[in-house]
């Protein structure tokens, strides 16, 4: 959520975070525009700046007096020690990159400084994240000593604590490996551009556009949550962080329609969820799935585009048959804008993504992509904007405040999920997982993908999406690569799980949060988004058994297998809501969702057979709502 921040009006340790957040963003910036240092430099600072605004914003309201300042002592002594360990690095980073890793022995300064990052880190991931990574990250470090105590196949020879701080502190495949690399590389510039469209008025304007497409529909409060919280989730890249900013606004409206609040929250939570996987402007475990599989961003963009569509129709078809079963009427027509005049109005907002889109295309990095954007809309602000142009200091204050304070979370878990990468690869972990799935599941596929899902699920419980597929990638994708499942198609599974995990009990973060601004049971809230969300389980399935619809396959096949998913989707919808026409009984409903399993494995018999059932179904559930209304016209 932006949070509006004009130095001088608030107190001096607010003024110091909102200079060290603009400090930040300024380094990015310049890194963006004229190239970053080496890792061993930019990777530090990077960790730096979110750890010292992590531990400055700590606020202790419920502390007072010697307490209070006792706290302060001791977010000061971890900013003390962040600075320490991160600056040790950075100021002899001409040794890292020559020392002999693992080999040369480690001092005892870098023993003791790489034990006090390590204890910066968890209390920064505590505070930021939670216990959930703090809890697994202790669990690995468990393992990487005692590995040799434990049977085949989880036995390996174990390793010493100044062997896993020399690997997880001292080089760049721990702390300061992929996940973080991605980070201070590409994602902050993102994220950043997010914080500038934001800041200019693009939540208002997508707001506009999404009213103006659905507000006319039946059920189109709802339907406008689903086009704006999947238009600002591509800003944010986080689902809670989204559902907070669109849902303030969004889940009243649906309320006041005719929804209950239950749904209406579900409904935000799910539609948030989907932001972080729709191009353009994808959450941070894009880029680090770029980083892993060793793609270009465009790939990425390239085969999310089909499932991000699939995603948006399986949340649009559920309200929309919600709202026909609820006999819910359009908005009145005085409060929906015209799309012209809209477009007319703040459409050149869109061409700075269109300015990010091209060079992407174009074979331009990531980084490089995101300050162009950058720089393209304070051109057309100061061009096209006249409210825009006089405040365009603050804008940039304002984003420049703004985004450090989004990436700062997603940078700790980051952190986090590079040591935990690092000590998967130590131990050999992840090869050991895949023998494990494979094993348990007999080599059957379903079963491998069911077991990742709820591995998945579990290991991403209360987790940001980046923290949970760094991890989930790192153990899981080797396993869905032995059993034949094309990479790409393998970390986008991947992907999705992670995401899904906002929305799945027992702690879904995102639907938390909707039920917080809702005054709704988070419990039954995010049971009904898990609900909601069903129809957008069935999409990694599908991509998995027909990678045509990543676009992996000629022109045809993708239409055709993009045309069955889409029906398979309906199936699944119908079955979940139970209506179609008419209150569907429970056979009707079992029959829909045969027909939307038939529909997830691309084949000529199988989509034949599922297809058939659909339009068996839909016919006859037709001609009885007919024959219903004709007996309610006579009687």
């Known amino acids: 959520m932006t949070q509006k921040l004009a130095f001088g009006d608030g107190s001096i340790r607010d003024n110091c975070v909102a200079l060290i957040a603009f400090a930040m963003s300024a380094y990015?910036?310049?890194?963006?525009?004229?190239?970053?240092?080496?890792?061993?430099?930019?990777y530090p600072i990077h960790l730096l700046f979110a750890v010292v605004i992590i531990f400055m914003t700590s606020e202790h309201r419920e502390l007072s007096g010697k307490k209070l300042w006792l706290a302060r002592s001791y977010d000061a002594l971890m900013i003390i020690l962040a600075a320490s360990s991160t600056g040790y690095l950075f100021l002899n980073a001409e040794y890292l990159t020559t020392r002999m890793a693992l080999f040369d022995p480690v001092t005892h300064i870098e023993y003791a400084l790489g034990i006090c990052m390590m204890i910066v880190i968890l209390e920064a991931a505590r505070r930021s994240v939670g216990?959930?990574?703090?809890?697994?990250?202790?669990?690995?470090?468990?393992?990487s000593n005692l590995g040799k105590l434990l049977p085949f196949p989880l036995w390996h020879r174990g390793y010493d604590v100044d062997y896993v701080v020399d690997y997880t502190y001292l080089t760049t495949e721990g702390v300061f490996g992929v996940p973080i690399a991605v980070m201070a590389s590409y994602v902050f510039h993102f994220v950043l551009f997010g914080s500038f469209l934001v800041a200019s008025g693009a939540g208002d304007f997508f707001t506009d556009f999404a009213r103006a497409l659905t507000g006319r529909s039946i059920g189109g409060s709802a339907k406008t949550a689903v086009v704006s919280s999947t238009l600002m989730g591509m800003l944010s890249g986080s689902s809670a962080a989204n559902v907070v900013t669109t849902g303030s606004f969004t889940i009243p409206a649906m309320r006041k329609s005719g929804y209950s609040g239950q749904f209406a929250a579900g409904v935000e939570a799910v539609a948030s969820s989907g932001g972080q996987i729709t191009p353009p402007i994808m959450g941070a475990a894009a880029f680090i799935m770029m980083e892993f599989i060793g793609v270009d961003y465009a790939t990425i963009m390239g085969i999310a585009i089909i499932p991000a569509i699939l995603y948006f129709f399986a949340v649009f078809f559920m309200v929309d048959l919600e709202a026909r079963r609820l006999n819910l009427k359009p908005l009145i027509e005085e409060g929906i804008p015209n799309l012209?005049?809209?477009?007319?109005?703040?459409?050149?907002?869109?061409?700075?993504?269109?300015?990010?889109?091209?060079?992407?295309?174009?074979?331009?990095?990531?980084?490089?992509?995101?300050?162009y954007a950058i720089a393209s809309l304070l051109v057309l602000l100061v061009i096209f904007d006249p409210h825009n142009r006089k405040r365009i200091v603050w804008v940039c204050w304002d984003a420049m405040c703004t985004a450090p304070k989004m990436v700062v979370p997603v940078t700790i878990a980051c952190a986090v999920g590079g040591i935990l990468v690092g000590l998967i690869t130590l131990t050999g972990l992840g090869l050991r997982m895949s023998t494990i799935i494979l094993d348990i599941s007999g080599g059957y596929l379903i079963i491998i993908l069911i077991l990742t899902m709820v591995m998945g699920v579990i290991l991403g419980m209360g987790m940001p999406t980046s923290g949970a597929y760094i991890i989930l990638a790192a153990l899981l994708a080797p396993g869905l690569e032995d059993a034949g499942v094309q990479i790409l198609a393998a970390h986008m599974f991947i992907m999705y799980v992670a995401a899904k995990s906002s929305i799945t009990p027992p702690v879904a973060i995102a639907s938390y949060a909707a039920a917080a601004v809702a005054g709704t049971d988070p419990w039954k809230t995010s049971l009904l988004a898990f609900k909601l969300g069903l129809s957008v389980f069935i999409i990694p399935?599908?991509?998995?058994?027909?990678?045509?619809?990543l676009g992996l396959a000629p022109p045809a096949e993708v239409t055709w297998v993009f045309i069955t998913a889409m029906i398979g989707i309906f199936c699944l919808s119908v079955a979940c809501i139970g209506w179609l026409f008419v209150d569907l009984r429970s056979l009707e409903r079992l029959i829909y969702l045969s027909a939307a399993v038939l529909l997830i494995q691309p084949s000529w018999i199988s989509d034949g057979t599922g297809f058939t059932i659909f339009c068996l179904m839909t016919a006859f559930v037709y001609l009885r709502s007919k024959r219903r209304e004709e007996y309610k016209s006579i009687n």
């Open 131 to 143: 216990w959930a990574l703090v809890i697994v990250l202790f669990i690995f470090l468990i393992y």
């Open 541 to 549: 399935y599908m991509f998995v058994y027909g990678p045509a619809l």
């Open 340 to 371: 012209l005049t809209v477009l007319k109005r703040r459409g050149y907002l869109l061409i700075s993504i269109i300015v990010m889109l091209y060079l992407l295309i174009d074979g331009w990095t990531p980084t490089t992509a995101a300050v």
């Open 28 to 42: 990015h910036l310049y890194t963006g525009f004229l190239g970053a240092p080496i890792g061993e430099i930019h």
